[in-house]
């Protein structure tokens, strides 16, 4: 099993800044990609960042100038740093390991989530 630990949500005033954090463990042979996703209320989850273990990234619109993702490929951890936060930018952040498990099947894995706050 692989799992998905996350930290770094929080309350913050607009135009603040947080940074989300995402430690992949477990049966893991190779993670190819790691990205956050988002979910407000009533809204389906979305794609916010992604980063592939070349370092390729890819954005939002929403996001993009704003947020930064990187990743530490040997501790499998994934960053978000969060500039210049909106209102909008409130819901609940995922994370996701794609990739290959010890057993050779696919591994897509998914953090609990974490609850970011952005007030006006």
């Known amino acids: 099993q692989v799992q998905l630990v996350e930290s770094g949500g929080g309350l913050v005033q607009a135009g603040g800044s947080l940074r989300l954090s995402c430690a992949a463990s477990?049966?893991?042979?190779?993670?190819?990609?790691m990205g956050w996703y988002r979910q407000a209320p009533g809204k389906q989850r979305e794609l916010v960042a992604a980063?592939?273990?070349?370092?390729?990234?890819n954005y939002a619109d929403s996001v993009r100038g704003r947020f930064t993702i990187s990743r530490d490929n040997a501790k499998d951890t994934v960053y978000l740093q969060m500039n210049s936060l909106k209102p909008e930018d409130t819901a609940v952040y995922y994370c996701?390991?794609?990739?290959?498990?010890?057993?050779?099947?696919?591994?897509?894995?998914w953090g609990q989530g974490t609850l970011v706050t952005v007030s006006s």
């Open positions: 477990g049966s893991i042979f190779s993670i190819n990609a």
């Open positions: 996701n390991a794609a990739g290959v498990a010890t057993t050779r099947y696919a591994l897509n894995a």
């Open positions: 980063v592939t273990s070349g370092g390729s990234t």
